[in-house]
């Protein structure tokens, strides 16, 4: 009787991007095709991953004679307490197999994840192999051997088996040293290390529930020239795997519902393991990827130059703005509420601890932002988090912009409301979304100037939309304050709209030079928040030298207006500086994105301008998306055109030095 091949494929299309769902293949006989494609059709909707847009199934005939069978790799369990104590098992079963630096070949699993096929490294040099990145190398045309229309069902994917047959068909090619697998469905957190002299090694915890994160990894160990050879094994030759064992029982303890351990096989005891590993590993794997943070001490007050690790340099990464920070007025007003009013208000503002300079700056604030009333909180993020989950519930809708700040999309989640992310700054998407939900209670939230790119929300379009749909409108002004428009109001000014937000955002900790968080809006909506937003009502209200210091920074840029044109001036000059030396640099606000891409290749060009007096960050995931790492200037108003000039020229250097193409 003749074998079929049969493979099912779901993808999504989302936000531009085509996004892998799900994938099987069966070889079954004639009789089994038709039942055996509705199953794996309704298997690809029903994914955790989500809902595909596109599937395909696809059948071709195997000539049973092409068929190689093999047995099944031999499979041994092995328990763990938690993902880092995965992960240091698997890096110990392959420095087994001979490789000296394993933690290495692990660090490349997120990048992997992407592909609809494995990542192929040399087992070496990890050098990739495969000669499609995009898509990687996907093994085909494998199953398990006697399968017939009695076990052909696919009610449900069983990990196990698939899993078994593919790594046992991977460790038979030519010249392949070892797999590792994670799977990417997030209610899978079993993964395995195979080859033929180790076998098939399940570890049962190697990453958290939840996470769709996953990869594939085959190792190289070869002359260059077998390895097409190779390839067309693992990619076309058909293999029945013969003598599976059935799907172990479950263990304790573990996530691992699907894939149980074997009766027949004894999982090793967990190890008496070291509680805090889990740090190490993390650390390391940080570092490897190039997305490890560490702290600069300052050893000068904040300005256009400052003193860092010994040396004076170019400060190119405060949001300072507007060199309120450091000004003399702006200190003394803060020394004379500490002298009158203490270190610490000593209870929330709903207690004991509201002062009439909370008061005093919420109605300034109000006034500036021509809105009905203000309240304070003690950061920006606590304003976001403290509104969006005060105001909306189980039951309404959020619509946020992709892009959105981490403490706008955290707020979101908190809330419990349904998340709506539509793609950025595209109104087009909004409101198609936003008709889909019309006559519900929602909200739509985006940050006026976004923090990573720097761009401008488009605000008339979104307080149309907001108003058409009868959604309330929410805008975070943190980088717009003291940067947009003629005086330094922010968004509604830079639009030169009549119409403001319903609820507008800001801080004080970056144009106004202090710390803390505010929001503005009608008066009624003041009280309520007085009386539901959690970071308000929960916390410790401002200290007065903190408020005061706001209030003589804000009567600053009040009078001095000029502050906000030269810091605008700036930004246009330096610009101009980087597109003289052949850099792709533009900003609509203070801050200006040099994309690098590779986060390794960013750390390293920041580095290089350290060393040359120049302080920039290095933005990286997760602040941003992977592969979309960058330099991220920001202005001053205090700065001079001669530094700014000097700083455009070095940048451009360190970028050639380094052989990142301009």
């Not at 095709?33 to 059709?41: F, I, N, Q, R, Y």
């Not at 041994?76 to 197999?97: D, F, K």
């Not at 270190?343 to 919420?362: C, N, V, Y």
């Not at 805008?475 to 009549?498: K, N, P, Q, W, Y």
Request: glycine share 8%; proline share 5%.
């Amino acid at each position: 009787m003749p074998l079929f091949s049969v493979k099912m494929r779901a993808s999504r299309t989302a936000h531009g991007v085509n996004e892998h769902i799900s994938g099987a293949e069966r070889i079954v006989d004639a009789q089994c095709v038709p039942a055996l494609a509705g199953e794996l059709v309704t298997r690809a909707q029903r994914h955790s991953k989500g809902n595909p847009d596109f599937i395909n199934i696809k059948v071709t005939a195997v000539p049973e004679s092409d068929c190689l069978h093999l047995p099944a790799l031999p499979v041994r369990t092995l328990a763990c307490a938690n993902a880092a104590e995965g992960l240091r098992l698997a890096s110990g079963l392959l420095r087994e197999l001979g490789l000296t630096a394993p933690e290495a070949v692990l660090a490349r699993l997120p990048e992997a994840s992407g592909l609809r096929g494995a990542m192929l490294l040399d087992a070496h040099t990890l050098e990739r192999l495969e000669p499609d990145k995009e898509r990687g190398v996907r093994a085909t045309c494998m199953d398990r051997a006697g399968t017939t229309a009695a076990t052909s069902g696919a009610t449900g994917k069983n990990h196990y088996q698939e899993a078994l047959v593919l790594a046992t068909k991977v460790a038979s090619a030519p010249n392949i040293l070892a797999e590792i697998c994670i799977s990417d469905d997030p209610d899978y957190v079993t993964g395995y290390v195979a080859s033929r002299t180790l076998g098939y090694v399940r570890i049962l915890h190697m990453k958290e529930p939840g996470s769709p994160e996953g990869g594939r990894i085959f190792l190289y160990q070869g002359p260059r020239e077998e390895l097409a050879g190779t390839l067309e094994f693992i990619e076309r030759q058909p293999v029945l795997v013969e003598d599976l064992p059935e799907s172990p029982d479950s263990h304790p303890g573990t996530q691992d519902a699907s894939c149980p351990v074997s009766p027949n096989v004894a999982a090793e005891p967990a190890r008496q393991a070291d509680k805090w590993a889990f740090l190490e590993d993390g650390l390391q794997r940080l570092t490897s990827e190039g997305l490890r943070r560490h702290i600069r001490d300052m050893a000068s007050a904040p300005g256009p130059h400052v003193e860092c690790e010994g040396r004076e340099r170019l400060l190119l990464c405060s949001n300072d703005y507007l060199g309120l920070a450091n000004d003399e007025r702006v200190k003394a007003r803060a020394a004379q509420a500490l002298a009158l009013w203490g270190t610490g208000t000593g209870g929330s503002r709903l207690t004991t601890g509201s002062l009439a300079l909370h008061s005093e700056l919420e109605q300034r604030l109000a006034a500036f932002k021509h809105a009905e009333a203000a309240l304070l909180f003690n950061t920006g993020y606590m304003a976001n988090t403290g509104v969006i989950t005060a105001l909306c519930g189980q039951g309404d809708v959020i619509f946020s912009d992709e892009l959105n700040h981490a403490s706008i999309i955290d707020g979101c989640r908190q809330s419990r409301a349904e998340i709506v992310v539509y793609r950025h700054n595209d109104m087009s998407d909004l409101e198609a979304k936003a008709r889909l939900r019309a006559g519900r209670r929602g909200l739509i939230v985006s940050d006026a100037v976004f923090s990573m790119d720097g761009d401008i929300a488009p605000l008339p379009d979104l307080l149309r939309i907001a108003d058409r749909y009868s959604f309330l409108s929410m805008i975070d002004e943190a980088h717009a304050t003291g940067v947009l428009g003629a005086t330094g109001r922010g968004a509604v000014e830079h639009f030169g709209l009549s119409s403001m937000p319903d609820i507008t955002i800001g801080t004080l900790s970056k144009a106004l030079g202090s710390e803390g968080g505010f929001v503005c809006g009608q008066a009624r909506l003041i009280e309520y928040l007085k009386n539901r937003a959690r970071s308000f009502i929960f916390s410790t209200a401002l200290p007065a030298a903190s408020v005061a210091a706001a209030l003589a920074a804000l009567d600053i840029l009040c009078q001095e207006p000029w502050r906000v044109r030269r810091l605008q001036e700036h930004t246009a000059f330096f610009c101009h500086c980087l597109q003289a030396e052949g850099l792709n640099a533009h900003s609509s606000s203070a801050i200006v994105p040099l994309i690098v891409g590779d986060e390794k290749n960013a750390t390293r060009v920041a580095d290089e301008l350290f060393a040359r007096g120049y302080l920039l960050s290095a933005i990286r995931y997760p602040s941003v998306a992977r592969g979309q790492a960058r330099l991220r200037a920001t202005l001053r108003s205090d700065h001079t055109r001669t530094d700014l000039a000097e700083a455009a020229r070095q940048t451009a250097l360190a970028l050639r030095s380094s052989g990142i193409p301009r």
